[in-house]
């Protein structure tokens, strides 16, 4: 089953935009290899901004992201998934987050 995996971090300026173009073309080099992972965009605005990826298993990917990447954003990343034919958001990241919305979906 494919899945979407979103990475949201707040951001407002442009500094932050650029920092969020930076991750994820470290997304694209570091975790897009595996060949079962595709990096499909970002969106910024709303105070939001949001990195899409296609993935088979969130956690583990997530888990990779977190433990392979530095990058100033992960500092304060949250994370949701859902099944790429589903409409609803599960909160994976940090823990403690129980729910997770995108204020526009990217399909």
């Not at 494919?2 to 932050?16: A, C, E, R, S």
């Amino acid at each position: 089953m494919k899945y979407q995996l979103v990475l949201q971090f707040t951001g407002t300026v442009i500094p932050d935009y650029d920092s969020l173009v930076d991750l994820e073309s470290v997304l694209i080099d570091e975790i897009q290899e595996d060949g079962k992972t595709t990096v499909d965009g970002h969106d910024f605005g709303s105070s939001q901004m949001n990195l899409f990826l296609t993935v088979e298993d969130p956690q583990n990917v997530l888990s990779r992201i977190r433990g392979q990447i530095e990058h100033p954003l992960m500092d304060r990343v949250r994370a949701g998934y859902r099944a790429v034919s589903d409409k609803t958001f599960r909160a994976i990241w940090p823990e403690s987050l129980h729910e997770f919305t995108v204020k526009s979906i990217h399909v």
